[in-house]
């Protein structure tokens, strides 16, 4: 099962390279591949099933998904608010299973540092 999850939004106070964006850890979770894109001014966030991106991603107006860049090398321009998006692929056989955020290093002045953003989600079995 493949998910677009984007439950961040960030802003860098300076100028900021963005060198991973991942979830925490978690069994049966694979990051297929992660990005950011200028938040819309009617920024959304949320997890939507399927890949590739469904419609309500590429053609709403809450995410500038045609926008997007790899996360992974992304130079953030200071004081614009951005959407950080991850294909996760989830396996069934793993079910239930959850992840409790969105891990990112960056490298702002030379330094290099790691966030996460606590988020916790549950991926369930059908019922």
Known sequence: MDYVYYPVMIKASSPVTLDSASVTYADGVQVAG???AP???TAGTGTVEGWPAPAI???GSSVQWSKRVPAAGAALTPGTWYNVFLHLRVYPDA???KTDGV???LTAGGTQHSIVWVDHVTFKKAC
């Open 39 to 41: 938040a819309a001014s």
């Open 34 to 36: 992660s990005w950011v």
């Open 103 to 105: 891990a990112l290093t």
């Open 95 to 97: 079910l239930p299973l």
């Open 57 to 59: 991603l590429t053609q």
